[in-house]
């Protein structure tokens, strides 16, 4: 018997979405946390429950950097501090849909799979609906349709009974809720560009729809190099130049959804909004530009729905989540660590590590037929995120070739179907489709990755796979993200 390969061959994790523990700032956090815990001042309100909308200093600094970042006016009273990306889609959920109201959920598919099951948790089971993309995101048009047709369907038999809706005080619950990233999506790496921005938010208002907008990538954009000239010797990936902040390109810093619906005129067959809740939210997270595990983030968002949502019942109870950790990042916002760190550290280092896996995607992978996407938002120089999408050659499906790349090569990689939204996977099938994610392994290991991956597309595209009966690839979905 032959040794299995896991003891053969070291393991690399191209699925794992995580930030390199190279990008993780103890020591700004530490400096930050011993500095909170130093002044009283600072020390006693953070030690103890916080205000319902979060801290208000990280709500202030907050509004001023994303507003030196996105453009607009600072208004600390549009951030809701959150416990994070996923904790937040939850209190959204509670606080501003119910399965009784609330027809259909809309995911940008491929989807960010771990937010379906946090839309099952709120009772959307079965009814979550792919909203197809093209090569430039959500195809609006398409999705105007598919949302006219449920309606149909909804008004002829699923009648609202009024004695089963949430009664919420400060909240409204919306029609569809449409969640997608609009930003260097995971898993695709695209980036929507300004008019499908804004017929998206038209469209939101049109149907009553809460675009609920995981901005979570934002910040970690750069522009993509010209490639070295024959002569020259290359001076990149080694030591790309620094990337300024905010981005000189407007490129890089596209009008979130949130800041268009607040600033795009209401048209009249566009549904009324007295209370001014709005259509489309922003939801950041610290977790990519800090660390995962300060469990942080802020919901940007009309002042109405900001308020509304802290006042959601387990935010009222315990205060705002994530509180000694929002006055940590505090403390790193205010003192320009966290900018500096992602100007200096993250930035730089995510756009060597894609430059060489994309040169080696280039390499390898796309004389087998391999196709992928070059800049995230097309017609421009720029990339971004954690992650890069490539579609396989016809007759190579997904599935054999991640079950083989982990047998054979130690090679953990995310099959598209992974990313197809659950119960209405047959809209949107992603089978000959792949994810990796550059940020998590060493760079070394990243390209040994797109390595073994080649030697795998190569032999079941030949055929010379035997017939395997064992599970599927998606066994190895622990702590994936
Ligand atoms: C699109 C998207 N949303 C949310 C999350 C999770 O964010 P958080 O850690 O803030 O909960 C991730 C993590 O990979 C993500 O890619």
């Given at each position: 018997m032959g040794e299995p390969i896991q003891a053969l061959k070291k393991q690399i994790n191209l699925l794992r979405g995580w930030p390199s523990p190279s990008f993780l700032p103890s020591e700004a956090l530490k400096a930050a946390t011993v500095r909170a815990l130093s002044?009283?001042?600072v020390s006693v309100p953070g030690l103890q429950y916080g205000p319902d909308p979060g801290l208000r200093p990280l709500r202030e600094a907050l509004a001023a950097w994303l507003s030196r970042f996105y453009g607009g006016v600072p208004d600390p009273e549009r951030i809701c501090i959150t416990g994070g990306a996923s904790q937040s889609i939850a209190n959204i959920l509670a606080s501003f849909t119910d399965p009784a109201v609330t027809r259909a959920v809309w995911v940008a598919a491929p989807c960010y799979f771990l937010a379906c099951p946090i839309f099952e948790d709120a009772g959307f089971g079965g009814r979550m609906r792919a909203a197809p993309e093209d090569e430039q995101g959500v195809d609006v048009d398409a999705l105007d349709k598919r949302m006219r047709r449920f309606d149909e369907a909804w008004e002829r038999e699923c009648p609202t009974d009024p004695d089963r809706v949430k009664k919420l005080r400060h909240r409204k619950l919306y029609r569809h809720l449409i969640y997608l990233v609009p930003t260097c999506a995971n898993p695709s790496g695209k980036t929507m560009p300004l008019p499908r921005r804004e017929a998206l938010v038209r469209l939101a208002r049109r149907h009553d729809a809460l675009l609920l907008a995981d901005d979570v990538y934002d910040f970690l954009q750069w522009p993509l190099d010209p490639p070295p000239s024959a002569s020259s010797p290359p001076s990149f990936p080694s030591s790309p130049p620094p990337v300024s902040f905010p981005p000189s390109s407007p490129n890089?810093?596209?009008p979130r959804l949130s800041d268009i619906d607040a600033r795009l005129p209401r048209r009249e067959d566009e549904v009324a909004d007295p209370a001014r809740f709005g259509h489309a939210i922003s939801n950041g997270s610290f977790s990519k530009i800090v660390a995962p595990g300060v469990r942080t983030g802020w919901v940007d968002a009309s002042p109405a729905f900001s308020y509304g949502l802290s006042q959601t019942g387990a935010s009222r109870s315990g205060g705002a989540p994530s509180h000694f950790a929002a006055v940590a990042l505090w403390e790193m916002l205010r003192s320009g660590d966290l900018e500096r760190r992602l100007r200096h550290v993250i930035v730089?280092?995510?756009?060597?590590?894609h430059a060489r896996v994309?040169?080696?995607v280039d390499a390898l992978l796309v004389p087998l037929g391999v196709r992928t996407r070059r800049s995230s938002l097309l017609g421009a120089d720029v990339y971004g995120g954690y992650f890069i999408w490539l579609?396989?050659?016809d007759g190579v499906e997904a599935e054999a070739v991640a079950r083989r790349a982990r047998d054979a090569e130690a090679l953990i990689?995310?099959?598209?179907?992974?990313?197809?939204?659950y119960g209405d996977e047959a809209s949107a099938r992603f089978g000959r489709e792949l994810r990796i994610c550059f940020s998590w392994e060493e760079v070394e290991d990243?390209?040994?990755g797109v390595e073994r991956l080649a030697t795998v597309v190569k032999d079941v595209k030949e055929g010379r796979v035997p017939v395997n009966e064992c599970s599927s690839?998606?066994?190895s979905l622990e702590n994936a993200k």
């Open positions: 002044d009283p001042a890089l810093r596209l730089p280092a995510l756009r060597t590590r994309a040169a080696a579609a396989l050659p990689i995310a099959p598209g179907e992974l990313f197809e939204v990243v390209l040994e690839a998606a066994g």
